[in-house]
């Protein structure tokens, strides 16, 4: 095992721990509002992590390019659907914050 | 309440599924079904059922079946996973000859290099051919049913929903591109393509705008859809009048045909999965009910 791929493993694993955090607090957490904001928070850095460690062990840059690519986009949309699913909530009178 | 509850957990719960089913076949070394998957299978097929479950009312609360029948159903699923099992088990895994080495000894004739194209729209040409005349009769069909209900739409002028459209849009429509134009020599193609263009579409469709794609009854609209079927029809028929076989490229022509019908057969599958999402015929242009 080189450098490299203790570095990836090293990020997955990083990775990792935030997607549990944020299933964790998927299912634990009482209302709508919280559990988006685990959610979307912890999922935007475990696969952040994951895709750093996935561009790490890219064969060229390009590839490692396209993973941050998919990252960023990725961002864009859970914060987006995160901010919807709220926003719906909130004016279908769904669930009021606690 | 209790029963709309599990019934969009169902959806989620399909949704899902399809998203592990694509990594599976992806650990199988089938980045083609894969991609298909992922884009037809648990994307596309997932909006359908969400669009559907919308528009079709809510049955009454479901009652809690008796033991017997969900003993019945659990013995059942038992049943058929230890068949499943045991024929997997008792399979002989002895390596037979498949078509591989066919299909090999014929790629550089197909005009491209990914031999998943090659097959789909050189080799068996007519099956894929038939294919999308299906997709064109469904089409038919879900407009015979009658006018789209109403699409349920964001609130119009969403500042940060049209902010993530601004970028989004028109990366989709390189992604779709890209796909189209991978699918000659790696994993990718029309369907692929086609799938990630309709999402772009449906993005644009929910978002209350006033002149989102596909919502009038045109022209236009109607030649989008049959293009791939079209542009498919009068190759085969060219070939069948030039080569005598139909869908038997004249060589050195094969790549370039294959790319104009995956190029129409892009647009049609795109504008296909928008109307069936739109679940019904369109309203005519001049706005009358």
Known sequence: MNWTEILATALFAAGCFFFVGGAAGLLRFPDVYTRLHAFTKADNLGLGLIALGAA????????????LLIWLV????????????????????????? | MLWSGSRARMTMLFIGFGGVVALVWMRLGAPDVALAEAAVGAALTGALILRAQGSVPSPLP??????IIRGLVAGLSVAVFSALAWALISLDWQVRPGLEGAVEA???????????????LNFRGYDTLLEVAVLLIATAAVWCLGRSPETPRLPP????????????????????????????????GAFQAGAVL?????????????????????????????????????????????????LQYPPGLAKHLILVIEAALTLSVAFTF??????????PPDGRA
């Open chain 2, 106 to 120: 014929r790629l550089p004739e197909s005009g491209v290099t990914n031999p998943v194209t090659a097959v789909l």
């Open chain 2, 198 to 246: 309709s999402g772009a579409l449906l993005l644009l469709l929910v978002a209350g705008l006033p002149r989102a794609p596909g919502q009038m009854d045109t022209l236009r609209l109607r030649v989008t859809i049959a293009a791939g079927l079209l542009v498919f029809v009068v190759v085969a028929a060219a070939t069948a009048m030039s080569q005598s076989t139909l």
């Open chain 2, 274 to 283: 928008l109307v069936l999402f739109q679940g019904g015929r369109p309203a």
């Open chain 2, 157 to 188: 002028g969403d500042p940060l929903y049209l902010a993530l459209l601004r970028p989004l849009i028109p990366l989709l429509c390189i992604v779709a591109g890209y796909l189209l134009w991978l699918g000659a020599f790696a994993p990718g």
């Open chain 2, 62 to 67: 479901e009652r809690s079946l008796p033991w």
């Open chain 1, 56 to 67: 790490t062990l890219a064969d060229n840059a390009w590839v490692g390019l396209k993973v």
């Open chain 1, 74 to 98: 990725v961002m864009l949309t859970s914060a987006t659907c995160g901010y919807l699913l709220a926003d719906q909530a909130h004016t279908s009178d769904l669930e009021k914050p606690k």
